[in-house]
């Protein structure tokens, strides 16, 4: 056994790089998984998800986002958008707030749309929300003017703000505000 010393010294250094270089796969999801939570404020329907980890977008949790984002006023649904999610999970890693996101509207169906900008000036004839590319929220206990200035920040898509009826406005589109 003694001849058996030398060996395995040189086994732990070796036995550590390893580890460095290929973390046990469970460590890795924890470093890397992206977790969301929603409450959406007109549907009542809650969601907590997991829509990216490894590396990758998850396409079962990205099914399940579409369905609750879809529109609630006919149920017509479109794929979302994986970078919006992204825009929200930075907001909530640069404020350290992790709390619910609420949804106020997502995926517009293009009648929806044409309903909307028949009642309202605010409302864009091509709007991101058409694409699944937009989201209006708020994310509890954080004031929605720094939800605003963390979003402008990231620079990541278009931006604005309704103070007035609390909430920002976030998309995957060019970066502008309003």
Same mark, same amino acid.
Not at 83 to 102: I, S
């Given at each position: 056994?003694?001849?058996?010393l030398?060996?395995?010294?040189?086994?732990?250094?070796?036995? #550590?790089?390893?580890?460095? #270089?290929?973390? !046990?796969?469970? %460590? *890795?999801?924890?470093?890397? +998984?992206?977790?969301?939570?929603?409450?959406?404020?007109?549907?009542?329907?809650?969601?907590?998800?997991?829509?990216?980890?490894?590396? #990758?977008?998850?396409l079962?949790? *990205?099914?399940?986002?579409?369905?609750?984002?879809?529109?609630?006023?006919?149920?017509?649904?479109?794929?979302?958008? !994986?970078?919006?999610?992204?825009?929200?999970?930075?907001?909530?890693?640069?404020?350290?707030?992790?709390?619910?996101?609420?949804?106020?509207?997502?995926?517009?169906?293009?009648?929806?749309?044409?309903?909307?900008?028949?009642?309202?000036t605010?409302? %864009?004839?091509?709007?991101?929300?058409?694409?699944?590319? %937009?989201?209006?929220?708020?994310?509890?206990?954080?004031?929605?003017?720094?939800?605003?200035?963390?979003? #402008?920040?990231?620079?990541?898509?278009g931006?604005?703000?309704? +103070?007035?009826?609390?909430?920002?406005h976030?998309?995957?589109?060019?970066?502008?505000?309003?």
């Amino acid at each position: 056994l003694p001849h058996c010393l030398p060996m395995q010294k040189l086994l732990i250094p070796f036995c #550590l790089a390893l580890l460095l #270089l290929f973390p !046990p796969l469970n %460590a *890795m999801e924890t470093v890397d +998984a992206r977790t969301l939570n929603f409450f959406h404020t007109h549907t009542g329907q809650s969601l907590e998800v997991t829509y990216y980890q490894n590396g #990758l977008y998850l396409l079962e949790p *990205m099914e399940e986002l579409r369905d609750f984002l879809a529109d609630w006023r006919n149920g017509e649904k479109k794929e979302i958008d !994986p970078k919006l999610m992204d825009v929200l999970w930075q907001n909530q890693k640069r404020t350290g707030n992790t709390n619910t996101f609420e949804v106020i509207s997502a995926y517009r169906s293009p009648g929806t749309n044409r309903h909307l900008r028949s009642k309202s000036t605010g409302v %864009a004839q091509n709007s991101q929300h058409i694409l699944g590319k %937009a989201i209006d929220v708020r994310l509890r206990g954080l004031d929605t003017a720094v939800l605003r200035d963390i979003a #402008l920040e990231l620079e990541l898509g278009g931006v604005g703000f309704y +103070a007035k009826n609390d909430f920002v406005h976030v998309d995957t589109g060019r970066v502008r505000r309003w």
